[in-house]
């Protein structure tokens, strides 16, 4: 097992272990320091480090989800404060959901990949379940119960993928996967549960469930169309190919129109979610249909990579922010842009992002994939001289930007808001300072 990964393991299921059983109010920046330190190694070792491959893969897959993961985990540890009596509790079950990430991330072996699925629902079960009141617990309940579900399908697609059979087989085990991803991460038409337990659970718990816990079984999505198109014939390929992107487009576009209708801003924000999984589910598709056809898929690739850190960090902006509100309607956040000056200009800066505005770091992310999609060699993603897929993601962002913009817009309007963001401001700030910072760099990296 590659050092740097059995550094990880240990370190993060050693804390997990320890946090509940010292009594101490600050362990949630004990939990904050763990992944910083976690992340600034794994920095580290991706610069001096030339690893070797075996039963864990630590390539650039693995890398983004680490340390986009790790990085998030540290900044969502310090908004902990506000869990009171939890936070010990949350903390580890934070740094367990972190390992859990990563592990599903970095392997193609079945057991492993068992494993860790089931190390990963757990702790975001327990995770929704924090604050303890009744919506918590019955959010949680109904998020197990579809992740008992979509564990059935792993399992049959895993069996089935690995198992060595027929194609037929394989292609099945592929579409399971698609199945057992889709109720993990939201995908429509699997997205049931999403908009309950994101809308209306402690914002503190969702950071953490939208911004990281996502993250590994996506990776393992795009980990494994790797491993599989060069084992399909061209017509299963093709079958698989239309129904990732039926369900690409499905989500972004139901996420974007659902949210313009909402006035819960949580709310609006949970659809968001959805949306966004399908634009990563785009560029997934789209890795893999290069990936079949022999085109270079280096750019959507950077893309994707630069999607998850996008993803997670605004969303562990916006979601603390809501944080400091009793009252999430569209209308009780009126005022705050004004009493509130630093942390509405850092949540706005984080919905810009979503929005993919230049020159923050989601208008890269966004700007990659769509060019990687209008790419003329991949025929399959046009209709004559016209990029469908890629003019289908455009308009979505343009719809996103009507409910992105109405939430600025009440954040500015007069009123008298009651607004709490004691023990928030920290994840707030770093975070929306790391999107204008990272969206100024990406380019200057990018041109090397």
């Known amino acids: 097992m590659h050092e740097l990964l059995l550094v990880t393991i240990v370190v993060l299921l050693v804390s997990a272990l320890l946090l509940p059983f010292i009594r101490s109010k600050n362990n949630n920046y004990i939990a904050a320091g763990v992944s910083a330190a976690l992340t600034a190694y794994w ?21 983004a989800v680490a340390i986009a993961s790790l990085f998030a985990g540290s900044l969502i540890s310090l908004s902990y404060r506000r869990l009171d009596g939890r936070s010990n509790v949350a903390s580890s079950l934070l740094l367990i959901g972190i390992l859990g990430t990563i592990l599903v991330a970095s392997t193609l072996n079945p057991l492993i990949i068992l494993a860790s699925w089931g190390l990963l629902s757990i702790a975001s079960y327990g995770i929704a379940a924090i604050p303890k009141d009744k919506v ?11 992740g008992g579900l979509s564990l059935q399908f792993l399992l049959l697609a895993v069996f089935l993928i690995f198992s060595g059979s027929l194609p037929a087989a394989a292609m099945l085990g592929f579409a399971l996967l698609f199945v057992a991803i889709g109720f993990k991460v939201g995908a429509v038409p699997f997205h049931m549960w999403l908009p309950d337990v994101y809308g209306s659970s402690d914002p503190i718990s969702v950071s953490a469930l939208s911004a990281i816990m996502k993250l590994g079984p996506l990776a393992l999505m795009l980990r494994i169309m790797f491993y599989l198109t060069s084992r399909l014939s061209a017509s299963a390929f093709n079958a698989l190919l239309i129904i990732g992107t039926i369900i690409a487009v499905l989500t972004m576009t139901w996420g974007n129109v659902a949210a313009t209708v909402q006035n819960s801003v949580q709310r609006i924000l949970a659809y968001s979610s959805i949306s966004h999984v399908g634009f990563i589910l785009m560029g997934l598709v789209v890795a893999m249909a290069s990936h079949y056809y022999g085109v270079s898929a280096y750019f959507v690739l950077i893309g994707i990579f630069i999607y998850f ?25 009126k005022g705050a842009g004004v009493k509130c000056g630093t942390s509405s200009a850092m949540f706005s ?5 979503l929005l993919g505005l ?26 004559g001289p016209v990029p469908w897929f890629t003019i289908i993601a455009i308009i979505n962002s343009v719809i996103s930007a009507f409910y992105y913009v109405k939430i600025i817009q009440h954040l500015y309007a ?8 004691s023990r928030l401001n920290a994840t707030i700030i770093i975070t929306g300072l790391f999107l204008i910072i990272s969206g100024l760099i990406v380019p200057l990296v990018l041109s090397i």
Do not use: C, Q
């Open 43 to 63: 920095i580290y070792s991706i610069i001096t480090t030339k690893f070797a491959p075996g039963t864990f893969i630590i390539d650039h897959i693995t890398d």
């Open 136 to 146: 918590s617990l019955g959010n949680s309940l109904k998020y197990a119960f579809m």
């Open 309 to 333: 850190f996008s993803y997670s960090i605004s969303k562990t902006n916006a979601f603390t922010f809501i944080r400091g509100f009793s009252d999430k309607k569209l209308e009780s956040i």
């Open 349 to 353: 800066i984080s919905l810009l992002n």
């Open 358 to 383: 230049p020159p923050l770091i989601g208008f890269w992310g966004k700007l990659l994939i769509f060019m990687s999609a209008a790419n003329p060699a991949l025929r399959v993603f046009f209709i």
């Open 414 to 421: 007069t009123g008298e808001v009651k607004a709490d963001f």
